[in-house]
């Protein structure tokens, strides 16, 4: 059984340039969560999404956003990037009614 | 407010010899606690979780952790380490819900000497 996957692995962006980061969910998980990790900040909730909608975010501004596709794949979008936006964003699944959350392998955002 | 605390931030120990990663935790209510380990530059495997039942739950990859309500503690124990189970390792908390975000601690990197 394929886990969740991740693309791409690696973006470079400039900062105020946007940034899209896709996840795939291991198949039948239909709740899809979003987390950064940054240097020295450990691991921060960003979004989570459960069918197709936003159900909970994080303490992140509103430029960080994303959406649920029908197919339960996900999309995150950060825009107007700053330096400090760059992090590796980890994708997570699960099934519905749990919270066992299982990685991706994260894209690695640079901001330049 | 919830909180996870990973007193030790690097551990070195000699391969074959035993491990334990400690991890406290600040929560409302009974959590749910996971251990997570992460190799340079990858994602988070689930290595164990503790939902309720037997306080000692067994992992994959041989770890063992033991939930002890009275100190709010859930340590990350091996018997043997090799040299592959050196990485970081996450103690992480979250509710019975889905949707709950993982509060996560700041994570404990092993090295493993020879």
């Known amino acids: 059984e394929a886990g969740v996957t991740q693309s791409p692995t690696h973006l470079i962006k400039t900062r105020g340039q946007q940034a899209t980061l896709r996840c795939s969910p291991i198949?039948?998980?239909?709740?899809v969560y979003w987390y950064q990790q940054a240097l020295g900040l450990g691991l921060q909730f960003l979004l989570w999404y459960d069918e197709g909608e936003e159900r909970n975010r994080g303490n992140f501004p509103p430029r960080f956003s994303g959406r649920q596709f029908p197919n339960y794949s996900s999309e995150l979008n950060v825009n107007a990037l700053e330096l400090e936006d760059s992090a590796l964003y980890l994708c997570?699944?699960?099934?519905?009614?749990?919270?066992?959350?299982?990685f991706g392998p994260g894209t690695r955002l640079t901001v330049l | 407010a919830q909180s996870v605390t990973q007193p030790d931030i690097h551990i070195t120990v000699s391969e074959g010899a035993s491990l334990e990663l400690r991890c406290n935790y600040s929560y409302g209510a009974t959590p749910y606690l996971f251990w997570y380990v992460q190799s340079p530059g990858q994602g988070l495997q689930l290595l164990l979780k503790?939902?309720?039942?037997?306080?000692l739950v067994q992992g994959i990859k041989g770890f063992e952790a033991e939930f002890k309500r009275s100190q709010s503690s859930f340590n990350l124990r091996k018997p043997s380490v090799h040299w592959s189970d050196a990485a970081e390792y996450f103690c992480a908390v979250g509710l019975n819900q889905a949707g709950t975000a993982l509060i996560f601690g700041k994570g404990t990197t092993l090295s493993v000497s020879s």
């Open positions: 503790y939902f309720s039942g037997d306080t």
């Open positions: 997570a699944s699960s099934l519905a009614n749990t919270d066992t959350q299982y």
């Open positions: 198949s039948g998980h239909t709740s």
